[in-house]
């Protein structure tokens, strides 16, 4: 099977490549995206103490970044023509689209990349006739914005609350229609908040991981930065978001959207202790608060009954997954800074 993978050296798309190399042994992935090839780092860098760093890739990423059945090609989601050009040599089977503007970025550039990127993925599809048996976009948790109900289901109205999450839901909406117009099958994973060794400090589990690892090692006073404690969000480990990504690739339903969640409420005052536990330093650090995100939501949690519904089983608990992060912090970032 022919996989086409977009924003293949991010964090989601790293772990998807290796996931797809190592459960399908016929398997040959076309990783592009907008940066040059690294084998060694993600495209991001993270925190140790007062330094920052190249994200270090964990042991089972690097491997697959030099599999002989992974080839990489730095494109913009944008070029079309780049990208037919590349599409029509390869001739990929399933598409996993996850080039992705990220959470802060400014406004033009998530518009940019998020829908014209998404747009021009679909109309080079099209050019292949119907090779592509399904294209999976990656979007997010947050296209629902402040729920009526919890769990939230996927026919739930859609009210995102800041302009991340709204670019992504424009983006559904527009990628709906041309992908209609040309009879593209495609479908959206609706990833909800992402988890795991490596992931950009923008994320929660990040951010608390990195500060606690290196008040645990000595380089850092022990006071944690953080924000409302109070609000609630579903977590889900981004090792079973590459395998939630591979089940909706082969066996997703075509227009429809899918929550990719743990079902599980979890406090960020509990993300926040997990971490403290992992890193053994609970009981011996204060908490600095810092003001809440303007529009922050109380309380978001995803049903996933629909994806499970296909076979999909998560295999990591957030306890887990936080150890895995802190884990990653006092090992590979660590090294990585000395």
């Known amino acids: 099977m022919r996989y086409l993978v977009t924003g293949a050296q991010g964090f989601v798309g ?97 518009m940019k990349t998020n829908l014209i990127g998404t747009i021009t993925l679909i109309e080079a599809i099209a050019e292949l006739g ?39 839901l424009v983006s559904e909406h527009a990628s709906r229609i041309v992908a ?31 500060q606690a690892a290196a008040i645990a090692r000595g380089v850092a006073e022990p006071v944690v930065e953080a924000g409302n404690l109070d609000s609630t969000r579903d977590f889900v480990d981004v090792r079973d978001v590459a395998s939630a990504l591979g089940r909706l690739a082969h066996s997703g ?4 959207a899918y929550n990719v969640s743990s079902g599980v409420e979890v406090a960020i005052g509990d993300v926040l202790a997990s971490t403290l536990r992992a ?24 049903d996933p009954s629909k994806i499970t519904s296909l076979g999909y089983t998560p295999r990591y608990t957030l306890a887990k997954s936080i150890g895995d992060v802190v884990g990653y912090y006092m090992t590979e970032a660590a090294a990585a800074v000395s």
């Not at 070029?79 to 992705?100: K, N, Q, T, Y």
């Not at 999976?136 to 026919?155: D, M």
């Not at 959206?188 to 988890?195: H, K, Q, S």
């Not at 339903?253 to 429809?256: D, F, I, N, P």
Request: proline fraction near 7%.
């Open 180 to 210: 209609e117009r040309y009879g593209v099958p495609v479908l959206w994973a609706r990833l909800f908040n992402l988890v795991g060794p490596g992931q950009d400090e923008r994320h929660v589990c990040g951010r608390f991981a990195a």
């Open 253 to 256: 339903v075509a227009g429809e």
């Open 279 to 302: 890193a053994g330093i609970e009981g011996s650090v204060s908490i600095a608060r810092a003001a809440p995100r303007v529009n922050d939501i109380a309380r978001h949690t995803g």
């Open 130 to 168: 119907p090779t592509v048996r399904m294209s999976v976009l990656g979007s997010t948790g947050g296209v629902y914005g402040a729920p009526e109900r919890i769990p939230i289901q996927e026919s739930a109205l859609c009210r995102p609350v800041d302009a991340y999450s709204t670019s992504k």
């Open 14 to 110: 790293r772990y998807f490549v290796a996931a797809t190399l190592a459960d399908d042994p016929e398997a040959e992935v076309l990783g592009i995206g907008r940066s040059p090839r690294r084998d060694e780092v993600f495209t991001h860098n993270v925190r140790f103490g007062a330094t920052s760093v190249p994200a270090p890739l964990p042991v089972s990423l690097r491997e697959a970044a030099v599999d002989k059945r992974y080839r990489y090609e730095a494109i913009d989601i944008c070029d079309g023509h780049s990208l037919v050009h590349f599409m029509l040599e390869f001739r990929p089977e399933l598409v996993v689209h996850l080039a992705s503007g990220l959470r802060d970025d400014d406004n033009a550039h998530l």
